[in-house]
């Protein structure tokens, strides 16, 4: 059977999402003062896989990327802050979400469907006047 090398966009170039994650794994763990053989037996690779994730030249699968958020001891957010957001996918779906987005889809379901509606209206209505103005609204 033929092996078929599907390419990206970039060619054989890192994608620029890969080159960021990479570099964040590696902020992090030079924080906490890891090696790469520390990083990499909690991960479960060789220290040699831990670089090219880090260069950004092989892509980090999402479990190997969680295990790696636990044992860096941050939420899976961290490795894409700072992301441009302003052209990519995520600002076509309204960003990365954070820890808050995931808490209000968690506590949604304990309101009544005519609450549900009121804190809608009102998360739009923010997005709207944050999108219009910039403006951060103060409680």
């Given at each position: 059977?033929?092996?078929?090398?599907?390419?990206?966009?970039?060619?054989?170039?890192p994608n620029p999402v890969d080159l960021h994650v990479g570099r964040r794994v590696a902020e992090?763990?030079?924080a906490l003062r890891y090696s790469q053989a520390q990083l990499a037996q909690a991960a479960g690779v060789t220290f040699q896989q831990?670089?090219?994730?880090?260069?950004?030249s092989n892509r980090i699968a999402a479990s190997r990327l969680w295990e790696m958020a636990e044992f860096l001891n941050v939420d899976l957010n961290y490795f894409f802050e700072g992301l441009g957001?302003?052209?990519?996918?995520?600002?076509?779906?309204?960003?990365v979400p954070t820890k808050h987005t995931?808490?209000?889809?968690?506590?949604?379901p304990e309101l009544s469907m005519r609450n549900q509606k009121l804190v809608l209206d009102l998360i739009q209505q923010l997005a709207r006047v944050s999108a219009e103005t910039g403006a951060e609204i103060d409680v």
């Amino acid at each position: 059977m033929a092996k078929v090398a599907i390419k990206t966009p970039q060619g054989d170039n890192p994608n620029p999402v890969d080159l960021h994650v990479g570099r964040r794994v590696a902020e992090r763990r030079q924080a906490l003062r890891y090696s790469q053989a520390q990083l990499a037996q909690a991960a479960g690779v060789t220290f040699q896989q831990i670089q090219k994730y880090e260069r950004g030249s092989n892509r980090i699968a999402a479990s190997r990327l969680w295990e790696m958020a636990e044992f860096l001891n941050v939420d899976l957010n961290y490795f894409f802050e700072g992301l441009g957001l302003s052209d990519g996918p995520e600002a076509r779906m309204g960003g990365v979400p954070t820890k808050h987005t995931a808490e209000i889809a968690r506590r949604a379901p304990e309101l009544s469907m005519r609450n549900q509606k009121l804190v809608l209206d009102l998360i739009q209505q923010l997005a709207r006047v944050s999108a219009e103005t910039g403006a951060e609204i103060d409680v």
